[in-house]
């Protein structure tokens, strides 16, 4: 069982900027694809950003190509979400993902508020 733990949100300007850090434990983080989720008031939650085990490759949403940068620290077992030049619509609790391919297990924090002022 992995537990995550998400923190570093709180509220910004527009054009601003965050990092959102996860903590993971109680598995072997260097195992698991990291991902960020989102999920704003009265939508469902979207795919944000996801690095693979190795650091190798990321993938991000359209919306957050070229604004956010995903990361690990594999021997710290966190992953990062820089997030630059934050709009409004960015606004939503991110919440961090562990995904173990070989088993299909899936984890989720609980979460943290990001909230982005005009």
């Known amino acids: 069982q992995v537990q995550l733990v998400e923190s570093g949100g709180g509220l910004v300007q527009a054009g601003g900027s965050l990092r959102l850090s996860c903590a993971a434990s109680g598995g072997t983080f260097s195992s698991y694809h990291m991902g960020w989720f989102r999920q704003a008031p009265g939508k469902e939650r979207e795919f944000v950003a996801q690095i693979t085990p190795s650091r190798s490759e990321t993938v991000y949403a359209d919306s957050v190509k070229g604004r956010f940068t995903i990361s690990r620290d594999n021997d710290k077992s966190t992953v990062f979400l820089q997030m630059n030049m934050l709009k409004p619509e960015d606004t939503a609790t991110y919440y961090c993902?562990?995904?173990?391919?070989?088993?299909?297990?899936?984890?989720w924090g609980q979460g943290t508020q990001v909230t982005v002022s005009s």
């Open positions: 993902n562990a995904f173990l391919a070989v088993i299909g297990a899936t984890y």
